[in-house]
């Protein structure tokens, strides 16, 4: 479920919305009028609104700062705005206003949200040096080198041609840019959301070309830094251009809603708040309006809508502890779906995003989704990045020292600007950005040392391991999901507990079957990347892929097993290692199980005069005893060399057959014969038959054969059911 957040709630209705005045619990500090950037922009869609200049714009600007900053530094902004309006002064918009009314707009924007100073002068100024004679210098010698960086990103951006050919690049700049700094970004959404709600003077074809570029990066870039604010009401600006019949349709559900004499979402807020009270939890009960492309997906989900589908009770308290407190007494005093519990506080989304998410059912069936949250957090839930105010400024007590940091960018972000210095060209670039930002819900899964890693939905064991050790994760041999052991392939869910493990071998290389099991732009464009600088390699783990599928029996050469009277090979371990009570007879170690010593044993005489030794617990012994098979009294004798087969379980990588014979031949193990089965989601299983001078060698073999990279597990093979 995705946070709907916006800007602060305005008390009272609105054009067109789907809920009645909202009555705070407590008494609020009278405060001016706060402009809702969701309210104004609903308004502009659901019917005529006043469209006048602006009035005295610098001067609202300048409130909106003091609501979020009281203490700020005003003088940078009058200065802005002096240079800005002098520059630009002369040149109109395609809409027929003067073009300083769109600095100024977009300033605005953002000074609603939140933004610090330096990021609210940049924007007045993100056009001057693109459109006018200002330089970057003038910028840095009357503002500073923070302000000069930012307005030289945005206009970097700024040069943007949507045309399919130039966006591969001119995206990639936009995010080397917002990886130096999120604000850069900020102001890139501000400006294209009043962009969008002026596109109506353009070409339909042109508004179609925007909107859907908007649609497909900008939309989800905001997403992802946490400006729900913007990234709402963008949406809802597509809809209108992109699918007009269908925002037709959901508009009229909205209107028809808003006129209903009945609303449960109002009933339910009121019972929210008689509930707090009574529980002394100070805490102010909002309605929260769907907006327009929400309640359309809602109604492709639920087909007829009900009153609660068109919003949200959203509950804001003072403190995190609250919040749970607010979630007792509602789940105590009122019924609710647990289904619909998410707690995003204990783990906060990729995009800052924290909140309790639950829902409450009434009598009549309907069920109200209730948003609980401190004031801080709702503040960050609407601006996001926006919210967090300049986050380069050093603390009073670490001078900055010219390295540019940014301790609060989502980790989405970083792995972002991570893979798309390593992606091999623009396109490449491009189509992978595209997919990323297609992965609408992302999980969280847990490290064994209590670190987290944020993946998008459908992740694998593959992806986990690049998101957590970069390129080192060619190394990764395999992973433990909750505790048991898994195949890198294996998707991961949310909630998982993931240790990856990591090969000592040099040698440790990806495989090109990772790349079938990679989600992530990181992981794929690692891997090829290796492929590519290793040609070699990557066409001999082909050659070792194509003889394990040949189920290849490997027989040593000079390995020449003579035949006994039986037909079967004989063993040379049998010769004075197993005596037996059966005067004269031939004594042979069954096959089935490969007995050693101390294994218990036991013996059944066979034709020929022979008796064969089984393992007690072998299936054959139960077998021949049912059939009437006479069974010999045999025990161990001398120590002398001995005959075993180990199955060896191993991740698939490159080079593990030669360091498993290796491993073996270092304890004197000679190899009578190996079997390599086809791998299986990057598991294969090894069968070997062994020679060892004595059975007091096996302990040692199958720990050496255990510490090879990528082996998970040796063990005797287990007895098989068939006679000796």
């Known amino acids: 479920m995705s946070a709907e957040a916006t800007n602060s709630v305005t008390p009272g209705p609105m054009p067109g919305a789907v809920s009645g005045p909202v009555t705070p619990t407590a008494p609020r500090r009278k405060a001016r009028p706060r402009i809702d950037l969701r309210?104004?922009?609903?308004?502009?869609?659901?019917?005529?609104?006043?469209?006048?200049?602006?009035?005295?714009?610098?001067?609202?600007?300048?409130?909106?700062?003091?609501?979020?900053?009281?203490?700020?530094?005003?003088?940078?902004?009058?200065?802005?705005?002096?240079?800005?309006?002098?520059?630009?002064?002369?040149?109109?918009?395609?809409?027929?206003?003067?073009?300083?009314?769109?600095?100024?707009?977009?300033?605005?924007?953002?000074?609603?949200?939140?933004?610090?100073?330096?990021?609210?002068?940049?924007?007045?100024?993100?056009?001057?040096?693109?459109?006018?004679?200002?330089?970057?210098?003038?910028?840095?010698?009357?503002?500073?080198?923070?302000?000069?960086?930012?307005?030289?990103?945005?206009?970097?951006?700024?040069?943007?041609?949507?045309?399919?050919?130039?966006?591969?690049?001119?995206?990639?700049?936009?995010?080397?840019?917002?990886?130096?700094?999120?604000?850069?970004?900020?102001?890139?959404?501000?400006?294209?959301?009043?962009?969008?709600?002026?596109?109506?003077?353009?070409?339909?074809?042109?508004?179609?070309?925007?909107?859907?570029?908007?649609?497909?990066?900008?939309?989800?870039?905001?997403?992802?830094?946490?400006?729900?604010?913007?990234?709402?009401?963008?949406?809802?600006?597509?809809?209108?251009?992109?699918?007009?019949?269908?925002?037709?349709?959901?508009?009229?559900?909205?209107?028809?809603?808003?006129?209903?004499?009945?609303?449960?979402?109002?009933?339910?807020?009121?019972?929210?708040?008689?509930?707090?009270?009574?529980?002394?939890?100070?805490?102010?009960?909002?309605?929260?309006?769907?907006?327009?492309?929400?309640?359309?997906?809602?109604?492709?989900?639920?087909?007829?809508?009900?009153?609660?589908?068109?919003?949200?009770?959203?509950?804001?308290?003072?403190?995190?502890?609250?919040?749970?407190?607010?979630?007792?007494?509602?789940?105590?005093?009122?019924?609710?779906?647990?289904?619909?519990?998410?707690?995003?506080?204990?783990?906060?989304?990729?995009?800052?995003?924290?909140?309790?998410?639950?829902?409450?059912?009434?009598?009549?069936?309907?069920?109200?989704?209730?948003?609980?949250?401190?004031?801080?957090?709702?503040?960050?839930?609407?601006?996001?990045?926006?919210?967090?105010?300049?986050?380069?400024?050093?603390?009073?007590?670490?001078?900055?020292?010219?390295?540019?940091?940014?301790?609060?960018?989502?980790?989405?972000?970083?792995?972002l600007l991570d893979w798309q210095e390593a992606a091999p060209d623009p396109d490449h670039f491009w189509s992978t950005l595209r997919e990323d930002l297609a992965q609408d819900r992302e999980i969280t899964v847990f490290r064994p040392d209590g670190g987290t890693l944020g993946l998008p939905e459908g992740a694998t064991c593959v992806d986990a391991a690049y998101a957590q050790y970069g390129e080192d994760a060619h190394a990764c041999i395999g992973a433990r999901v909750n505790g048991r052991l898994a195949t890198l392939s294996t998707v991961l869910k949310d909630g998982d507990t993931v240790q990856l493990l990591m090969g000592q071998d040099a040698v440790s290389e990806p495989s090109r079957e990772w790349l079938e099991h990679a989600h992530t732009p990181a992981a794929r464009i690692a891997i090829q990347r290796w492929l590519a600088a290793h040609p070699v390699q990557a066409e001999s783990q082909q050659s070792e892929a194509r003889i394990a599928e040949d189920r290849t029996a490997l027989r040593p050469a000079d390995v020449h097993e003579p035949e006994a009277a039986s037909g079967q090979p004989a063993d040379r371990s049998a010769t004075g290692t197993v005596l037996a009570d059966l005067p004269g007879a031939t004594v042979r170690l069954a096959r089935c199980c490969t007995p050693v010593p101390p294994d218990d044993i036991t013996g059944f005489a066979v034709r020929g005069g022979a008796v064969t030794v089984h393992r007690v617990e072998c299936a054959a012994v139960a077998r021949m005893k049912d059939g009437g098979r006479a069974e010999v009294g045999v025990r161990w004798g001398e120590a002398a060399e001995c005959r075993v087969t180990l199955v060896a379980e191993s991740f698939v990588r490159p080079h593990l057959l030669a360091d498993l014979t290796e491993a073996m031949a270092s304890e004197g193990a000679e190899i009578v014969s190996a079997t390599v089965e086809p791998p299986t989601q990057q598991q294969v299983r090894h069968t070997y038959t062994v020679q060892l001078p004595d059975a007091g060698h096996l302990p040692a073999l199958m720990r050496a054969m255990r510490n090879v990279a990528g082996v998970y597990d040796v063990s005797r093979a287990q007895p098989q059911p068939q006679g000796g």
């Open 39 to 415: 309210r104004l922009g609903r308004a502009a869609l659901l019917g005529p609104a006043a469209r006048g200049r602006l009035p005295d714009a610098i001067s609202h600007v300048v409130e909106a700062h003091r609501a979020h900053h009281p203490e700020a530094d005003l003088e940078p902004l009058r200065h802005a705005y002096v240079l800005a309006e002098s520059s630009h002064r002369g040149q109109m918009r395609k809409s027929g206003e003067p073009y300083i009314t769109h600095p100024l707009a977009v300033t605005l924007i953002l000074a609603e949200l939140g933004a610090e100073t330096t990021t609210l002068t940049a924007s007045l100024l993100h056009d001057t040096v693109e459109d006018t004679d200002v330089t970057l210098d003038q910028v840095r010698d009357q503002f500073g080198e923070e302000v000069r960086y930012l307005v030289d990103g945005v206009t970097k951006l700024e040069k943007v041609d949507y045309g399919a050919a130039a966006e591969p690049e001119t995206f990639r700049k936009m995010l080397v840019a917002t990886g130096n700094d999120v604000r850069v970004m900020s102001i890139k959404l501000a400006d294209r959301l009043h962009n969008m709600r002026t596109l109506g003077v353009m070409r339909p074809e042109k508004q179609e070309r925007i909107a859907k570029v908007t649609r497909d990066v900008l939309i989800p870039l905001a997403e992802r830094l946490g400006v729900q604010a913007l990234k709402t009401e963008l949406e809802d600006l597509v809809f209108a251009i992109l699918r007009p019949e269908e925002y037709a349709q959901t508009r009229e559900l909205i209107v028809r809603n808003a006129a209903r004499t009945d609303d449960p979402l109002a009933e339910v807020a009121d019972e929210v708040r008689g509930v707090l009270r009574e529980a002394d939890i100070p805490a102010e009960v909002l309605i929260r309006p769907r907006h327009f492309v929400s309640v359309h997906r809602v109604s492709r989900k639920r087909g007829r809508l009900r009153g609660s589908d068109f919003g949200r009770v959203l509950v804001l308290v003072n403190e995190d502890a609250d919040c749970y407190g607010v979630l007792g007494e509602l789940h105590t005093c009122m019924k609710p779906v647990v289904s619909e519990f998410k707690d995003f506080i204990a783990v906060p989304k990729f995009n800052l995003y924290q909140s309790l998410h639950t829902a409450v059912a009434r009598e009549d069936g309907q069920v109200v989704e209730v948003l609980i949250r401190t004031h801080q957090m709702h503040k960050v839930a609407e601006a996001g990045v926006v919210a967090l105010g300049n986050p380069y400024a050093p603390a009073p007590d670490d001078p900055a020292d010219g390295e540019r940091v940014d301790p609060t960018r989502p980790g989405w972000l970083s792995r």
